[in-house]
């Protein structure tokens, strides 16, 4: 009998106990952020609590370039609902002034939040990077969100995306049940 322990992600419902440290994957702070995403009412309702709590949020800056990309592409696409955004980038880049204010609010609000830590990517995390690419087959971003956490010793991990799941030895706190294992 093999005497190692079971490696295994665990799932658990954003109505659960809080973990003491958790790191944001973009996924949570797009829903957070804007009125319209699927999860937007669950994503607030969860940043309350952690609001409330003595947990210690981590917020990567690559974590933050990609909700502002996201952000962006949504906030364009309501304003502009028959057009690409690339288009509409493309003929006019002066467009994105026009958002630039919201994604400075969303990004003071987390810069002043006392119980949010902004960290950076470090110099050898590509590497690792890599690594959970070909260890878990996530695509490049996620693989440097789970070197981030790696980096700062975070297993917890606050998603509203299944791209986490084959990593073993985590906690994905969500409220998508689609990530829940069926009954």
Not at 117 to 146: E, I, K
Request: proline share 4%; glycine share 2%; net charge negative.
């Amino acid at each position: 009998m093999n005497n190692l322990k079971a490696r295994k992600t665990w799932v658990i419902d954003f109505n659960s106990a809080l973990p003491a440290t958790l790191y944001w994957d973009s996924s949570f702070i797009v829903n957070f952020a804007h009125a319209d995403g699927q999860w937007h009412s669950a994503c607030v309702e969860f940043g309350a609590r952690l609001d409330n709590s003595r947990t210690l949020s981590y917020v990567s800056t690559l974590a933050l370039d990609e909700s502002w990309f996201v952000l962006l592409q949504l906030m364009i696409k309501d304003d502009y609902p028959d057009k690409s955004f690339w288009r509409i980038v493309n003929d006019n880049p002066r467009v994105i002034l026009n958002y630039i204010e919201r994604l400075e609010k969303i990004t003071d609000d987390i810069y002043a939040n006392s119980r949010v830590r902004v960290v950076s990517v470090g110099t050898h995390t590509p590497r690792l990077a890599l690594n959970n690419m070909r260890d878990f087959f996530l695509l490049p971003r996620d693989a440097l969100h789970l070197a981030t956490m790696r980096q700062y010793k975070l297993t917890h991990l606050v998603t509203t995306d299944a791209d986490f799941l084959a990593v073993p030895d985590i906690s994905l706190y969500t409220c998508n049940p689609a990530l829940f294992p069926s009954q």
